[in-house]
């Protein structure tokens, strides 16, 4: 959850979140794959796609996917956002 936002400044604090695990950010990842590159991606990228470490308090994912997926991964965790999002 953002605690405080500084426009001025473009400093925004987070609050560390009981939801903010591999679990659930595996899931919102999938999810965003099934979204915005079909069920054939999310079939192929669910094979291999693992949230290996997770830090709430900082914000930080580590996720392992297969080399031909990565593009797609990586688009989607881009696309993540506006309602529903985690972080």
Known sequence: ???NIDSKKGLIEYIADES???EN?????RTS?????????TAQSSQSL????????TGMCLVRCAREMLAVVWA???FMGGE????
Request: aromatic content about 12%.
């Open 50 to 57: 693992a949230v290996k470490y997770c830090n709430a308090t």
């Open 33 to 41: 794959v099934s979204n915005n590159f079909g069920q054939v991606a």
């Open 1 to 3: 959850q953002v605690s």
């Open 76 to 78: 989607s965790v881009t």
């Open 25 to 29: 950010v595996a899931n919102q990842i």
């Open 20 to 22: 903010f695990k591999s």
């Open 84 to 87: 529903g999002r985690m972080w």
